[in-house]
């Protein structure tokens, strides 16, 4: 059984030029947090150029793609009805990407198989983790 889910995407940049440019971006969801999904930017695509990645809620992603949702640090919407625009705010600036609202779906579908919305908890193993705690503060 998979323990993990990985989908390549291609991300279009909003920028204040008037052509996007498109870079290839990883959307990640593990079960060892089955809570959150990434999304992981290249190193050409930042302004530092290193590889970024960002962790928010799956819930939010869901909600995002079918109406605007987040407050904080991410926030997302749709953009039409063939794009979903997600918005990453930090002290250097707001990055604004779009990605296509099937690709997203389809990876939140390779997510729901692995852990189904709501059921997170149950592949929580919160023995072993309090145990590594313990060993790692040693």
């Given at each position: 059984?998979?323990?993990?889910?990985?989908?390549?995407?291609?991300?279009?940049?909003?920028?204040?030029?008037?052509?996007?440019?498109?870079?290839?971006?990883?959307?990640?969801?593990?079960?060892?947090?089955?809570?959150?999904v990434s999304v992981d930017f290249p190193?050409?695509?930042?302004?530092?150029?290193?590889?970024?990645?960002?962790?928010?809620?799956?819930?939010?992603?869901?909600?995002?793609?079918?109406?605007?949702?987040?407050?904080?640090?991410?926030?997302?919407?749709?953009?039409?009805?063939?794009?979903?625009?997600?918005?990453?705010?930090?002290?250097?600036?707001?990055?604004?990407?779009?990605?296509?609202?099937?690709?997203?779906?389809?990876?939140?579908?390779k997510t729901e198989a692995l852990v189904?919305?709501?059921?997170?908890?149950?592949?929580?193993?919160?023995?072993?983790?309090?145990?590594?705690?313990?060993?790692?503060?040693?």
């Amino acid at each position: 059984m998979p323990y993990a889910v990985e989908q390549a995407v291609e991300a279009r940049l909003v920028a204040s030029a008037p052509r996007m440019e498109t870079v290839p971006t990883t959307l990640r969801y593990d079960v060892k947090d089955p809570f959150a999904v990434s999304v992981d930017f290249p190193p050409q695509a930042t302004l530092e150029g290193v590889e970024v990645s960002w962790a928010f809620a799956r819930e939010l992603l869901a909600a995002g793609v079918s109406a605007p949702a987040g407050m904080g640090d991410v926030r997302i919407r749709p953009f039409g009805y063939e794009r979903t625009v997600l918005e990453f705010h930090a002290r250097e600036g707001i990055a604004m990407v779009h990605i296509h609202t099937a690709e997203l779906r389809h990876f939140l579908e390779k997510t729901e198989a692995l852990v189904p919305a709501g059921h997170e908890q149950s592949v929580l193993d919160l023995d072993r983790s309090v145990a590594e705690l313990l060993r790692d503060g040693r």
